[in-house]
């Protein structure tokens, strides 16, 4: 092979007579750019996705490769135009040669026969594909061969897949002439310069690029991008990827967050470009979503303090109290994960990106219906859902819960709610008071018990019956209690004769 080879940027050493080519960037450099999970797989130099043109055979030199960018003039030494902006050499269209073409042959040959070197990049027809890989026509005297491992930067492919008889495609002359005469050509190592120019432009714009996924490597994936890209496993999607095979075969979008042409390294990102697209949605659904709106969600989430509810596009949070006209002790007792909801919208932060729903206002307001079916007065049936040391409250509607005060459970004196009620208990209850603006009734058991009246009635004609004489009444006569009370500060002997002379102690 010729010295012009050693020297022309067409790629990196073969990977069986080459060194090792440099480790891609490990998922912690990449979190200085990205937001990459905190504890990303790191490939190490051997687990490290190989270098897509380090199959190239290239003979091994004492001289440096010059940039890749800059491909060196032979006879002057002067740097020409980049390498994957060169146009390829096509040959010339034979239909458009002169009639008289023909009688000067050496001419002929000059004009129809395609000058070009070793390191340019020619453009021609497959005429035919076989195990060994596929012959192409490029104008030149003979026909030349993309052996198979260099059609493709994928391993293990099949010609037949990946270029057919009559197809056009770009090749980089890799040998003039082999050991057995036929001219090497590489499409591989064509498409491989001419991303590195296309990748390069994306990068500084700040693009996507697009590729199928061909190879999984402990580091994360190979993605085809006109080259083997690396896609790290804490950068496949916004959340950790355990098992990345499914990927194989599919086509992702992704960003390019590292590029390094000395080192071989393309690095992607497909969370960057999903996060950039959900912020992107999520900026058009807050705009779109208006306060007051009633809409269906599911519930994703369940926590102490409420359940969040993805809307289709973002997740919105319900408080606790916003779950139910009545007290809730915890979410779970009203809502599941999956369960599909009728939301209202109360509050649009758009600056923090959060939202505030409602469950409890999508239906009518319990204590509305309650207050225009019952007036003070009414007797009503209950259920007792707690007992307070000053009393017990008593569900009286879905919603609506009263207080029944401590003096108003029983007709006799009650010591401890919780002796005369329990939890879950029915009874009727007659409404006592009724506050319209604070949502609070009052009521009563006593006063709906049946013979309520009959034993107030009762009790009022104790009261006005003249008592009963008490025994030392009996005894001493109703004036005994009239003598004042005996003063605080009075001495022992004082008290015992005041006694004494009332009577008191004696038999």
Excluded: C
């Amino acid at each position: 092979m010729s010295n012009e080879l050693e020297t022309a940027p067409v790629g990196t050493p073969d990977e069986e007579t080459a060194q090792t080519p440099e480790t891609p960037v490990s998922d912690t450099e990449v979190e200085e750019t990205t937001t990459a999970d905190p504890t990303p797989e790191t490939p190490t130099s051997e687990e490290a996705p190989q270098d897509p043109a380090a199959d190239v055979p290239v003979d091994e030199g004492p001289a440096a490769e010059p940039p890749a960018d800059e491909a060196p003039n032979e006879e002057s030494g002067a740097k020409t135009t980049p390498f994957q902006h060169r146009e390829a050499l096509v040959a010339p269209d034979l239909s458009e040669l002169p009639d008289d073409i023909g009688d000067d042959f050496e001419r002929a040959i000059d004009i129809t026969v395609l000058k070009f070197k070793e390191g340019d990049i020619v453009e021609g027809s497959i005429v035919s594909i076989d195990a060994e890989g596929a012959m192409v026509d490029v104008g030149y005297k003979s026909e030349g061969l993309i052996p198979t491992r260099e059609l493709s930067i994928r391993n293990n492919i099949d010609p037949n897949e990946v270029v057919e008889i009559g197809e056009r495609v770009e090749a980089v002359v890799l040998d003039m002439e082999d050991d057995e005469g036929r001219m090497i050509l590489s499409k591989k190592r064509a498409m491989y310069e001419r991303a590195w120019g296309r990748i390069q432009k994306i990068s500084e714009e700040d693009g996507t690029v697009e590729g199928t996924v061909i190879e999984v490597v402990k580091g994360g994936l190979i993605v085809d991008i006109g080259l083997r890209g690396f896609l790290p496993a804490s950068l496949v999607d916004l959340r950790r990827v355990r098992d990345l095979d499914p990927f194989i075969g599919q086509p992702i979008t992704a960003k390019v967050i590292e590029l390094d042409r000395a080192r071989n390294n393309v690095v992607l990102s497909r969370r960057a470009h999903l996060e950039e697209a959900l912020a992107e949605e999520r900026n058009e659904f807050l705009e779109n979503l208006a306060e007051g709106e009633v809409r269906e969600g599911t519930v994703s989430s369940v926590v102490n303090f409420g359940a969040f509810v993805d809307l289709g596009g973002m997740d919105g949070l319900v408080h606790v109290s916003e779950l139910s006209w009545q007290h809730v002790n915890h979410p779970g007792e009203l809502v599941s994960v999956g369960d599909k909801v009728t939301i209202k919208v109360l509050e649009v932060d758009r600056d923090r990106e959060r939202i505030s729903l409602s469950i409890r206002q999508t239906t009518e307001d319990p204590w509305d219906v309650f207050a225009t079916e019952h007036e003070i007065g009414d007797v009503v049936e209950g259920t007792v859902t707690k007992t307070v040391p000053f009393g017990a409250f008593v569900s009286v509607a879905d919603g609506v819960e009263g207080l029944v005060h401590v003096s108003e459970i029983a007709m006799h004196r009650v010591e401890s709610p919780e002796l005369e009620l329990s939890i879950s208990q029915t009874v009727s209850v007659k409404i006592t008071e009724k506050d319209d603006e604070r949502h609070r009734v009052s009521l009563s058991i006593k006063q709906a018990l049946p013979d309520y009246k009959e034993r107030l009635e009762k009790a009022d004609t104790d009261k006005k019956r003249p008592r009963k004489p008490r025994e030392f009444e009996r005894e001493f006569g109703a004036e005994a209690e009239e003598h004042p009370p005996m003063p605080v500060d009075a001495s022992l002997e004082a008290i015992l004769k005041e006694l004494k002379e009332r009577g008191i102690g004696r038999r």
